[in-house]
């Protein structure tokens, strides 16, 4: 039976950095729903379907089949069985990715797609309803979230480290704001699962966020066994 891993939390909580060290770290296979997205969004371009022309992306759904495997270590987005790694990341695939997303039948037919890799091999997944939604069986649920402060003060810290003019004030008023819009949205909002762990990293390091995080794969796996 595989294992499956659910870390929701707001923005800034650094879900996927330490969702893709844990997933490298356990041989599991890491989920970048993002790049599912641009999957589909890829081949609603291919297709000449515009971004507004709902049923046209409907009737697309069907046809997509979009997966994940590793070869050597390195994450492989397949489209139809095609490796489209090497096309996805464009502006234009991610215009059309964020336009389409919006779309419940999107959605519901990527989330599909996510259960059924979830059946078949030990998945880590981040997000914002992974817990509650896509995943509700994981055996594993992690709620990960930090101090509006905090989390502001890493993405501030991760910015000027690249160079960037940025302002600290301004970060902790977006992370705000967006934490109320994931909170508040119609269609799957953030929330903690009722049966998830919470861990709060305002006061621990990477280091000591992966001890937690290992610890409590650990206590599932010698359930499961």
Same mark, same amino acid.
């Given at each position: 039976?595989?294992?499956?891993? /659910?870390?929701?939390?707001?923005?800034?909580?650094?879900?996927?950095?330490?969702?893709?060290?844990?997933?490298?770290?356990?041989?599991? !296979?890491? !989920?970048?729903?993002?790049?599912?997205?641009?999957?589909?969004?890829?081949?609603?371009?291919?297709?000449?379907?515009?971004?507004?022309?709902?049923?046209?992306? /409907?009737?697309?759904?069907?046809?997509?089949?979009?997966?994940?495997?590793?070869?050597?270590?390195?994450?492989? !987005?397949?489209?139809?069985?095609?490796?489209?790694?090497?096309?996805?990341?464009?502006?234009?695939?991610?215009?059309?990715?964020?336009? +389409?997303?919006?779309?419940?039948?999107?959605?519901?037919?990527?989330?599909?797609?996510?259960?059924?890799?979830? +059946?078949? +091999?030990?998945? &880590?997944?981040?997000?914002?309803?992974?817990?509650?939604?896509?995943?509700?069986? /994981?055996?594993?649920? &992690?709620?990960? #979230?930090?101090?509006?402060?905090?989390?502001?003060?890493?993405?501030?810290?991760?910015?000027?480290?690249?160079? +960037?003019?940025?302002?600290?004030?301004?970060?902790?008023?977006?992370?705000?704001?967006?934490?109320?819009?994931?909170?508040?949205?119609?269609?799957?909002?953030?929330?903690?699962?009722?049966?998830?762990?919470?861990?709060? #990293?305002?006061?621990?390091?990477?280091?000591? !966020?992966?001890?937690?995080?290992?610890?409590?794969?650990?206590?599932?796996?010698?359930?499961?066994?």
């Amino acid at each position: 039976m595989s294992m499956n891993i /659910a870390i929701d939390g707001p923005a800034g909580a650094g879900k996927s950095t330490i969702a893709k060290k844990l997933a490298k770290k356990l041989a599991f !296979v890491y !989920v970048d729903t993002g790049a599912m997205y641009r999957a589909m969004a890829y081949y609603f371009l291919q297709n000449g379907i515009a971004p507004d022309d709902e049923q046209a992306i /409907a009737a697309a759904c069907p046809k997509v089949d979009v997966t994940i495997v590793y070869e050597n270590g390195e994450q492989q !987005v397949l489209l139809n069985g095609e490796n489209v790694n090497g096309v996805i990341r464009t502006e234009k695939v991610g215009n059309m990715a964020s336009a +389409t997303s919006v779309y419940p039948v999107v959605r519901k037919k990527l989330v599909e797609l996510q259960r059924q890799l979830a +059946t078949k +091999t030990d998945v &880590i997944m981040d997000g914002r309803d992974i817990g509650t939604c896509v995943l509700p069986d /994981a055996q594993v649920k &992690i709620y990960l #979230t930090a101090s509006v402060a905090t989390r502001a003060k890493r993405r501030y810290d991760e910015l000027t480290a690249k160079g +960037t003019q940025c302002n600290l004030e301004e970060i902790e008023k977006d992370i705000e704001d967006r934490d109320y819009r994931d909170m508040h949205r119609e269609l799957s909002p953030l929330k903690q699962a009722e049966d998830a762990i919470l861990l709060d #990293t305002s006061e621990l390091d990477f280091e000591e !966020v992966m001890r937690e995080m290992e610890k409590l794969v650990e206590a599932a796996k010698k359930k499961q066994a």
